[in-house]
């Protein structure tokens, strides 16, 4: 989902510049026999100082980011207020998956997400200070501009925690066997960022959630269609086990250089219930107008545009990552900007 926000963000700073303290080279939790232990006021200056040199690297990483010209018509105050959301849900995911800052080279697997769940616990109590009367103002940066972003906008907190959440499950789950079990997922990972950009843009109701929802769930879809390769190079597998079965594919044929007829019909089929579910919500759009109509019309345009593109690819997903070019994902954008569907 972050390379929807990450289009919406055209003010390239994303917020973490630093924090209150700084790392000062220690190991997260003290040695590496610790199991990544962070306990008492010591431990969360370090977690906080871990944070931050990850929050660093996440600006690094917006700023090499490309951002269409035409969402820079986006009123200044919501592109300020989707950065600040860009910035802390980028935060979440590469705690949950980058290198982290301290940990010895030769730290175990069990020491690794160990510290991985414990930096997510600190950063999930941060959150919750964002929304305690009197708390003190959080440690990182990119935290205090999320609490300038949730008082001017009312974002509600469940979405925030929901995003932490899901990469805790990142840490414990590498397969699904269900869609539903995928779907459940996706709640986590993929529709609370639809639902905070509504409550940015002022147009949070609940059917527009739940049509955001339908809409955020096939566009995750869609990204571990794309990613399959990348996915099971990280030890994960996001396409249901039953689905494989039904399919006949194996994990060995996903890590192949290129997709059997079978993993392209698997391709197509999850694919196929992605487009469905986008349709089905597009209608969406048409409750909207003006600036907040273009953002999310083109959204909704970046997940048909991909899905063209697979199509194009013949579904072949592990000879290359299928990317839309620019004319489809304009030319989709404008359409449902003016169908509002």
């Known amino acids: ?121 600190e950063l999930d109590e941060e959150v ?15 935290l205090r501009e999320l609490k300038r972003a949730v008082r001017e906008t009312g974002i509600p907190a469940q979405p925030l925690h929901d995003l932490i959440q899901a990469n805790r499950q990142d840490q414990l789950v590498t397969r699904y066997d269900t869609y539903a079990e995928l779907a459940d997922y996706c709640r986590l990972s993929a529709n609370p960022v639809g639902q905070v950009v509504l409550y940015i843009m002022g147009a949070a109701t609940e059917e527009r959630i739940a049509a955001s929802d339908s809409i955020c769930t096939a566009l995750q879809v869609i990204e571990h269609c794309q990613d399959v390769a990348e996915d099971l190079g990280n030890g994960r597998i996001y396409l249901p086990r ?50 907040a109509r273009l953002a999310i019309a083109g959204y909704l345009a970046g997940g048909r545009a991909t899905l063209k593109a697979m199509e194009a690819g013949g579904y072949d997903v592990l000879r290359a990552v299928p990317r839309p070019g620019k004319a489809d994902t304009l030319v989709a954008m404008t359409s449902c900007f003016i169908k509002g569907r």
């Open 128 to 142: 919750r200070r964002i929304y305690r009367p009197g708390a003190p103002e959080p440690d990182l940066a990119a």
């Open 242 to 291: 039953q689905d494989m079965d039904a399919h006949g594919v194996t994990e060995a044929d996903l890590a192949r250089p290129t997709a059997s007829a079978s993993v392209r019909n698997l391709i197509k089929f999850e694919a196929g219930r992605a487009g469905r579910l986008i349709d089905g919500a597009a209608p969406l759009v048409g409750t909207l107008r003006g600036a």
């Open 1 to 121: 989902m972050f390379a929807f926000i990450s289009e919406l963000c055209t003010n390239r700073r994303v917020t973490g510049a630093g924090a209150s303290r700084t790392a000062g080279g220690g190991r997260v939790g003290g040695g590496a026999d610790s199991g990544g232990d962070v306990d008492g006021a010591d431990g969360h200056q370090e977690a906080v100082a871990v944070a931050a040199q990850v929050s660093l690297a996440v600006a690094a990483k917006a700023s090499a980011e490309n951002f269409p010209v035409a969402l820079r018509v986006l009123p200044r105050r919501w592109r300020a207020n989707l950065t600040a959301l860009y910035g802390f849900a980028r935060l979440v995911d590469d705690i949950g998956d980058e290198p982290l800052p301290g940990l010895p080279d030769d730290a175990t697997e069990e020491t690794v997400t160990a510290t991985r769940l414990q930096l997510l616990d």
